[in-house]
């Protein structure tokens, strides 16, 4: 089966720019997660999505920080406008449902703000 | 903070040695899982033990859950040099609705 892609895999922007990440999960996997791993630490949840609907967003910056998950399949996340502290990895992850399921991540967009 | 700590933060060790990893938290949980990050990978799945177990093996993989000392650790035996990489223990907690992730444990194993 094939796994969780995203793009692009590297961007490189300067603050106050914008910048969207794109990710199509595995098929039939219900949930999908956004993560933000700054280096040197483990991932941070930003947005859960289960089908199309918002499960939890408490840790999305949402003055800056929107995603969307259009017909509950593949995902957006978008950056405007982009500070220096936003650089880090971004990885998208799925799974069949949302509780005690593996995670399958993507190979993770790496986010550079200069 | 919810997540939980490993330790080691980093460890190095000669090919075909054990490696051990521990992981504390503190508060209730579903399940711990465990998942390996290469540099500049993705993070990929190797275990997931439920509250009810005490132990897991998968592979050269052991893992232990002790919920009274909340604690587990991650045993990688007769360890390669395809294991260098990061290891995340990652929390379901009870009530939660999501994974909450470790600052992980970087594992350089010599060949």
């Known amino acids: 089966e094939a796994g969780v892609a995203q793009s692009p895999r590297y961007k490189i922007i300067e603050k106050r720019q914008s910048v969207a990440f794109w990710c199509n999960p595995i098929?039939?996997?219900?949930?999908l997660y956004w993560y933000q791993q700054i280096l040197g630490q483990g991932p941070k949840l930003l947005i859960q999505?289960?089908?199309?609907?918002?499960?939890?967003d408490s840790q999305l910056p949402k003055d800056r920080f929107s995603a969307e998950r259009l017909k509950g399949v593949d995902s957006t996340l978008k950056i405007q406008p982009a500070k220096l502290e936003d650089s880090a990895v971004y990885l998208c992850a799925s799974s069949l449902e949302r509780r005690g399921h593996t995670q399958y991540f993507g190979p993770g967009t790496r986010l550079t703000v200069l | 903070s919810q997540q939980g700590e490993e330790d080691p933060q980093a460890l190095s060790i000669q090919e075909g040695e054990n490696a051990t990893m521990n992981c504390s938290y503190k508060t209730s949980i579903n399940n711990l899982q465990w998942y390996r990050q290469n540099s500049g990978r993705g993070l990929v799945h190797l275990i997931l033990i439920r509250s009810n177990e005490r132990e897991k093996h998968s592979g050269r993989l052991r893992v232990t859950l002790d919920t009274s000392k909340k604690s587990s650790s991650l045993l990688i035996t007769a360890s390669r040099a395809a294991d260098t990489a990061s290891y995340f223990c990652?929390?379901?907690?009870?009530?939660?609705?999501?994974?909450?992730f470790g600052t992980g444990t970087r594992l350089t194993v010599i060949p």
């Open positions: 098929s039939g996997h219900a949930t």
């Open positions: 990652a929390t379901d907690f009870t009530g939660a609705n999501n994974l909450f």
């Open positions: 999505f289960q089908n199309n609907g918002v499960v939890d």
